[in-house]
């Protein structure tokens, strides 16, 4: 004998109900959406100088001429970035790691630690591309990079090495107490403790705020050119001292804010799902 659940009148009503409310919510967002759009349009359109701003910024001849270039060196941009990251990933958690020994032999680590990121922190990424792009092959020791491509991921990695491990460390901080009192109530060591339950859980907890620390890692990239390789905000500025035109600097931002944005939407995305779980649990 089938039972079949159906759904009751009242059921289908409420949802009825939310349909339309979305339905209504979903039309005034379209519209107050459109009007802010049209407004802002017109107050820059009517503006006196936007017939300047517009050659100025907006050349489409010139944006055309520049733009393979301008790509052509965002790749190296990208480059850079696809390097660095996985680099940065494993320095932070070593680092986050090291920060979390209690045991007394470990503390000239911790001290280290503790310096690097506070120091590292506290520098200007700018300056920090400065002084390693021109310090270190000023040094003129034996085996050190020369490359300026390399010496600038070095400078982005030292850098936001100092965030993302300050980054796990909350996410390791934030497990709580019992799970660690637990295991090692079962017979586990702490290199154990660590591996298996803490650092796995720390992880998916800290997706969010990495993201964004990888989407300004993406813009920083551009702070390379300081040192001269012909990446994208580099390639721009050579089409701008030919032209005298600040259109190619527009093209570059396009490419970065195509790239940045489904990133930081992503992000949104894990955060919401997070949050989710979190309310279900």
């Known amino acids: 004998m089938s039972t079949d659940w159906v759904k009751s009148d009242r059921q289908l009503a409420r949802e009825a109900l939310l349909r339309a409310r979305s ?34 910024f907006f050349n489409t001849d010139v944006l055309v001429t520049a733009l393979p270039d301008v790509l052509r060196g965002f790749l190296l941009n990208v480059m850079i970035f696809m390097i660095a990251e996985p680099i940065v990933l494993i320095l932070g958690l070593g680092v986050a790691l090291v920060r979390g ?34 310090g270190i092959p000023a040094l003129q020791l034996q085996g050190t990079p020369g490359d300026p491509v390399t010496l600038g991921i070095i400078a982005l990695v030292l850098s936001y090495t100092s965030f993302v491990a300050e980054v796990f460390r909350s996410g390791i901080n934030s ?43 993406q813009k920083d990239s551009a702070l390379v050119a300081l040192l001269g390789p012909l990446e994208a905000l580099r390639q721009a500025q050579i089409h701008v001292a030919k032209t005298f035109n600040y259109t190619p600097y527009v093209g570059a931002a396009l490419l970065f804010v195509a ?4 990133l930081a939407r992503f992000t949104d995305h894990l955060a919401a799902r997070a949050a989710q779980q979190r309310g279900g649990g």
């Open 175 to 217: 497990i709580h107490p019992s799970q660690l009192a637990a295991a090692r109530s079962l017979g586990l060591t702490h290199a154990q403790t660590m591996r298996h339950i803490v650092v796995p859980q720390a992880i998916r907890r800290v997706v969010p705020p990495l993201l964004n620390d990888f989407a300004s890692l």
């Open 23 to 56: 339905r209504r919510s979903l039309s005034a967002a379209t519209i107050s959406t459109i009007v802010v759009v049209v407004v802002v349009v017109v107050l820059v359109a009517a503006s006196p100088g936007w017939s300047r701003v517009q050659d100025m």
């Open 259 to 262: 790239l940045t944005v489904p």
């Open 101 to 134: 020994l209690r045991a007394p032999v470990f503390f000239p680590l911790r001290v280290l630690a503790v310096l690097y990121t506070d120091i590292f922190r506290g520098i200007p990424v700018i300056l920090l591309v400065y002084l390693v792009g021109f």
